[in-house]
């Protein structure tokens, strides 16, 4: 058995932020971020707006991608959860009318989402369950600090989902290779230090950045490509697949310098490497799937398609998942 | 491998970046001679395969021009050697 992808969508707030926006509040331009970054605007929650009310809008969409108004549960990857606790899958799953299904939250920061395929691919391939949703949705707008032009500047906000199904190995949309790792020496290089069990918050953490998002941008940049190239190679050595084989490579839309230096590194030829960072930012768990809504949608993902998706995060981790893009 | 030697190939590498003008001070900060943060790791990664060492992460901010990544590229080497 095998989970087969049946469905995708995605959803990003009203709100924009623009490059010439920050440029007016930090020691920034926009032509310093796009050449840094490659992003030129990023979607950002209104004030009492939050992560669930994305995730809800993304996985409707998939669902109705699907066809369906039913599965039998619903996984939220995401690192800004509506609260610290309980977990935000299960108001998700109720307000898209999925009433007492199974639903838990899941945290990997920018892997979240491919370690979320891995794990439905588990409930789907043991018949624990049928059919599930499956969201990525964060918005780092509420956690970065806004005075900080390495992260204010990268990171939007946004939620993407699929749905997947219990199906077999030769179907169109199968997971095929999975390759998962991480490497729990390098925690600090992507944290929101306070705020946890081993510095709770206080006033005393709050009169720092210690509560806010922070991320060492230069090593984040080193390992990312490093770790992206060779799990998406793992993936492609599994199948036997050539990086020439691969028609589109949907990595996690960091920023478009690590995306272009994982493709040429890998051998995949620059127009196959998918980017909508431009337009949207970092949007962590969203990343991997508003890029697929997105290529989906534009047509750039046709059916057939041999497809390499590839994540790094904090924590760190990192992972990909390879498939035969299905009709949608 | 000799100072001169090392020096030589990490001058051609920041050479190849993409901004950076032909004449090339050894001693002026990768971000004065063109390189942005972003490709002062792609010119660290390019040494790391070329010369078969490893920049710890914790060196990075300690490396901000030629000389600095000579110096580093030597002693490392002088370690990797028995």
């Known amino acids: 058995m095998s989970a087969i992808l049946c469905g995708v969508g995605g959803y990003v707030p009203a709100s924009v932020t623009t490059n010439a926006d920050l440029a007016e509040r930090l020691d920034t331009t926009d032509e310093w971020i796009r050449s840094r970054t490659g992003i030129r605007q990023r979607h950002v929650v209104a004030s ?104 204010a500047a990268v990171f939007g906000d946004g939620a993407g989902a699929v749905v997947l199904r219990r199906g077999t190995d030769d179907e169109p949309g199968a997971l095929l290779a999975f390759d998962l790792g991480s490497d729990g020496d390098l925690t600090e290089l992507i944290t929101v230090r306070a705020g946890g069990s081993k510095y709770p918050l206080s006033v005393g953490t709050m009169t720092t950045a210690d509560h806010r998002f922070a991320m060492q941008g230069k090593a984040v940049y080193r390992q990312a490509t490093r770790w992206m190239t060779a799990s998406a190679n793992a993936v492609l050595a599994r199948l036997g697949w050539q990086p020439g084989d691969v028609d589109c490579f949907v990595g996690h839309q960091a920023n478009q310098r690590i995306l272009e230096a994982v493709g040429r590194d890998l051998g995949v030829a620059p127009d196959r490497v998918f980017m909508n960072v431009d337009r949207v930012g970092n949007t962590v768990a969203a990343s991997i799937p508003l890029a697929l809504a997105d290529a989906s949608a534009a047509g750039v993902l046709r059916p057939g398609d041999k497809v390499v998706l590839t994540a790094f995060g904090g924590g760190t981790t990192w992972g990909s998942v390879a498939l035969i893009w299905p009709e949608l | 491998m000799e100072q001169e030697k090392i020096r030589a190939m990490v001058v051609e590498f920041v050479r190849g970046v993409d901004g950076v003008t032909e004449k090339v001070s050894t001693t002026a900060s990768f971000e004065e001679l063109g390189v942005d943060s972003m490709s002062t790791i792609d010119l660290l990664m390019k040494v790391e395969r070329e010369f078969g060492i490893e920049v710890p992460d914790e060196r990075l901010p300690m490396i901000v021009n030629i000389q600095d990544l000579v110096n580093f590229v030597a002693s490392a080497q002088q370690e990797v050697r028995p």
């Open chain 1, 48 to 151: 009492g707006e939050s992560t669930s009310d994305l995730a809800v809008r993304a996985g409707a969409a998939a669902l109705k991608s699907a066809g369906v108004d039913s599965v039998d549960l619903v996984v939220l990857a995401t690192t800004t959860p509506d609260h610290p606790c309980p977990a935000t899958a299960p108001a998700v799953a109720r307000a898209l009318g999925l009433d007492r299904v199974a639903a838990f939250d899941l945290s990997a920061v920018c892997s979240g989402f491919v370690y979320g395929l891995a794990t439905v691919a588990g409930f789907l391939e043991t018949g624990l369950a049928e059919r599930v949703l499956l969201i990525g949705a964060d918005t780092f707008s509420t956690i970065i600090d806004p005075t900080d032009r390495g992260t």
